[in-house]
């Protein structure tokens, strides 16, 4: 319809977008692995992580708790990990986080940082030992820049999916 | 942000039940993510045609990428270089020193390499490459050591087979897409590679470390004779990797061995050279292998 003789009251974005748009930015942050950059120690943030928890966070309706296991397999095939820990790693955060959103009164930004930290240490770590478990327990120190980067960037990334998300809803 | 109020649906049995199936489902995911492990540790290939899929979906954008900019690898290191550059300065003074003497040696001991050579008229093993590509992506969020390269079965590489740059080892074909194969870096955790120290042939085992060291452990592990500066060279033991690919440098010694850093860092080589597989033997015993495996596959 011409923009003049749309309703310009209690407009709808299409459907397709609301529910497709946070999926897809979840798998690009995934295949953001295909890029070439080689380095000879972990040090690229886990970007499907991050974008899949700022959407969790900024979104808690959104996601159903079984997401975590369509997700990871996608993260699972382009980051190199034995199929199946980002799978499991995923499902895991996804039902301690719903579990904690049925205790909790209120959130600030600060706790869904804090929140979601402990979540990048615990996925990155558990796909360290997953690899590896009882040799890797000696080389976790190897993960701490690439913990901290991910925590720092985390912010950052949570404001582009703001940006996605207002663009998502709006009409 | 406070949880929406959809997590309360009152007194609705329907909604009760829908929100607690979608909790058991979410658990039931990780329990599948656990099998699907126990999977992939039972069977490290039994994945690889999702991984190949992948790879070559995303092979047109990472090849363009790599073509326009080159791999990008080294930020992390001139950013390091920063901080201790004062340190380094002065052990790479010493190192070079060092080094002089020891390509002087090296220099004396290639010629006398050659005339021997000519004396007893060997042939030298033909060690043709099999293809040059680059490294087109890594697995650089993950603690495997994975790389992408940009050729794979169409031009002839086969699983088995090790790329080298002109600096020393990459690493193995790991797995086979048609114009892309995955390399097991010789710093993963999972790859032990058999060495020998440059000087005097001391046979050892270097096994990656995650972040471009390796392990370096002597066969003879009553005494510890490795000293910084040592340079390690594959043995041919196993028959994989032809002996004499120079790989790492040792940088510190250990209780059981030493620790050595990889002398070709996967993210500042241009391109890298796929060989074939050393010896017949080992290829003959892949393939047995693999017939069998088909034939176990078969059988079930």
Known sequence: MAKGYRSTINRQPSKLRIKAVPPITVVCGSVITALPIITDHPILPPMGLL?????????????????????????????????????????????????????????????????????????????????????????LDVLIPQILLSILLYPFITRLVGAIDNWRVSS | MAPPTNRRPGFSKRAQYSIFASYLLGILGAVVGLLLLLISFIDPRGFSVLRT??????????????????????????????????????????????????????????????????????????????????????????????ATLGIGSTSGVLVGQPVRAPEGLIGRVLETGPTTARILLVSDGKNVT???????????????????????????????????????????????????????????????????????????????IVQPIFQAETVAQIEKAESEAADSEEAE
């Open chain 1, 51 to 139: 974008v899949v928890l700022a959407w969790r966070l900024i979104r808690p309706g959104y996601w159903p708790v079984w997401i975590g296991f369509p997700l990871g397999l996608i993260d699972d095939i382009f980051s190199g990990q034995p199929i199946g820990s980002a799978v499991f790693l995923w499902s895991t955060v996804f039902v301690v986080l719903d579990t904690l959103d049925r205790k909790a009164i209120n959130r600030d930004y600060w706790q869904d940082w804090f929140i979601a930290s402990v979540a990048i240490a615990f996925v990155l770590v558990g796909g360290m030992l997953i690899v590896d478990f009882p040799r890797n327990l000696l080389f």
């Open chain 2, 53 to 146: 899929i992948g790879a070559e979906a995303t092979a047109p954008i990472s090849k363009t990428l790599a073509e326009a900019t080159g791999a990008t690898g080294s930020a992390a290191d001139n950013i390091a270089a920063y901080f201790n550059a004062a340190s380094k300065n002065a052990a790479m003074k010493r190192e070079l020193e060092k080094n002089r003497v020891e390509l002087l040696e090296a220099k004396a001991i290639k010629q006398e390499n050659e005339r021997l050579k000519r004396l007893l008229k060997l042939k030298e093993e033909t060690n043709d490459s099999i293809g040059i590509a680059r490294l087109i992506s890594s697995t650089s969020s993950s603690s495997r050591r994975i």
């Open chain 2, 194 to 272: 058999p060495v020998k120290r440059a000087k005097d042939e001391l046979p050892a085992f270097a096994t990656g470390r995650g972040d471009g060291t390796v392990d370096v452990r002597p066969i003879n592990i009553s005494d510890n004779p490795f000293e910084p500066g040592d340079l390690l060279t594959t043995s041919g033991s196993g028959g994989l990797y032809s002996p004499g690919i120079p790989i790492a440098m040792v940088i510190e010694k250990t209780d059981t061995g030493a620790i050595a850093r990889l002398l070709a860092n996967p993210g500042n080589v241009g391109h890298v």
